[in-house]
C-alpha cells in the first residue's frame, strides 16, 4: 500500500466516524444548483460557494468545459435530480491555457509519461512507450478564459437537452484573492427565457 493510500484511509476512517446525520441527506440536492468547475485542486466549490454537504451537485474535469459528459451530467442533475440554475465556473490561472490539443497530443504520441514545462515549452522527460490515440481526442483547450466561459454556457445553453427555463451564470474563480468575477455575457446568453 503507498503512503497516499495509507493516509486517504486513515482520513476515511475518521471522516466516517463522525458522520452522524450525513447518512440521512437526500438525493436530490438541497439548494437545487449545480456547478460545472475545473479539477484544479486549488478550487474548494465548498468554501467558495458556501456549500455544505447535500446542498449541490458539483461537477469537475480539465478547465470546466462543457464537454459532452458534462451536458450529461448536468441534464441528470435537472432531469432526475431537480436542480434548475447552473453555474459554469473556470479559473485564473488555469493550465490548460498553457498547452493546444496539438501539444498534448504530440506529447503523448512519444510518452505517456508526465511532462515537463520550462520557458513555456512543453517536453517529455522520456520517448518511449507513447500512443498516438490522443490525436482523436478533443482536449477543449482554451487561450481566452472568459471567451471560453461564454462557449461553454452558450453550449450548455443551446443543447437540445437542456430547458430553457434553466438560468446558467457564468463566473472565474480568482485563484489569488479567491473571488467569483462574473463574465457578464456569459450570464447574458445562460438567462432563462
Given at each position: 500500500?503507498?503512503?497516499?493510500?495509507?493516509?486517504?484511509?486513515?482520513?476515511?476512517?475518521?471522516?466516517?466516524?463522525?458522520?452522524?446525520?450525513?447518512?440521512?441527506?437526500?438525493?436530490?440536492?438541497?439548494?437545487?444548483?449545480?456547478?460545472?468547475?475545473?479539477?484544479?485542486?486549488?478550487?474548494?466549490?465548498?468554501?467558495?460557494?458556501?456549500?455544505?454537504?447535500?446542498?449541490?451537485?458539483?461537477?469537475?474535469?480539465?478547465?470546466?468545459?462543457?464537454?459532452?459528459?458534462?451536458?450529461?451530467?448536468?441534464?441528470i442533475s435537472h432531469?432526475?435530480?431537480?436542480?434548475?440554475?447552473?453555474?459554469?465556473?473556470?479559473?485564473?490561472?488555469?493550465?490548460?491555457?498553457?498547452?493546444?490539443?496539438?501539444?498534448?497530443?504530440?506529447?503523448?504520441?512519444?510518452?505517456?509519461?508526465?511532462?515537463?514545462?520550462?520557458?513555456?515549452?512543453?517536453?517529455?522527460?522520456?520517448?518511449?512507450?507513447?500512443?498516438?490515440?490522443?490525436?482523436?481526442?478533443?482536449?477543449?483547450?482554451?487561450?481566452?478564459?472568459?471567451?471560453?466561459?461564454?462557449?461553454?454556457?452558450?453550449?450548455?445553453?443551446?443543447?437540445?437537452?437542456?430547458?430553457?427555463?434553466?438560468?446558467?451564470?457564468?463566473?472565474?474563480?480568482?485563484?489569488?484573492?479567491?473571488l467569483l468575477?462574473?463574465?457578464?455575457?456569459?450570464?447574458?446568453?445562460?438567462?432563462?427565457?
Amino acid at each position: 500500500m503507498t503512503a497516499i493510500v495509507t493516509e486517504v484511509l486513515q482520513a476515511n476512517k475518521k471522516y466516517a466516524a463522525e458522520f452522524g446525520e450525513r447518512a440521512n441527506l437526500n438525493l436530490p440536492p438541497a439548494r437545487g444548483f449545480a456547478i460545472l468547475t475545473c479539477m484544479d485542486a486549488r478550487l474548494d466549490p465548498a468554501q467558495y460557494a458556501g456549500l455544505a454537504e447535500g446542498d449541490a451537485h458539483v461537477i469537475r474535469n480539465a478547465g470546466g468545459r462543457a464537454s459532452d459528459d458534462a451536458i450529461r451530467s448536468l441534464v441528470i442533475s435537472h432531469k432526475l435530480l431537480g436542480t434548475n440554475e447552473w453555474f459554469v465556473i473556470h479559473h485564473t490561472d488555469c493550465g490548460m491555457e498553457l498547452f493546444t490539443s496539438e501539444i498534448i497530443s504530440d506529447l503523448l504520441e512519444s510518452s505517456l509519461e508526465t511532462a515537463d514545462i520550462s520557458s513555456g515549452v512543453w517536453k517529455n522527460k522520456t520517448t518511449e512507450g507513447g500512443s498516438v490515440a490522443g490525436k482523436y481526442i478533443n482536449w477543449l483547450t482554451f487561450k481566452d478564459n472568459a471567451k471560453a466561459v461564454i462557449e461553454d454556457v452558450e453550449r450548455i445553453k443551446n443543447h437540445p437537452l437542456v430547458p430553457k427555463h434553466i438560468p446558467i451564470h457564468g463566473y472565474i474563480y480568482d485563484c489569488k484573492t479567491g473571488l467569483l468575477v462574473e463574465v457578464p455575457e456569459a450570464s447574458a446568453a445562460g438567462q432563462a427565457a
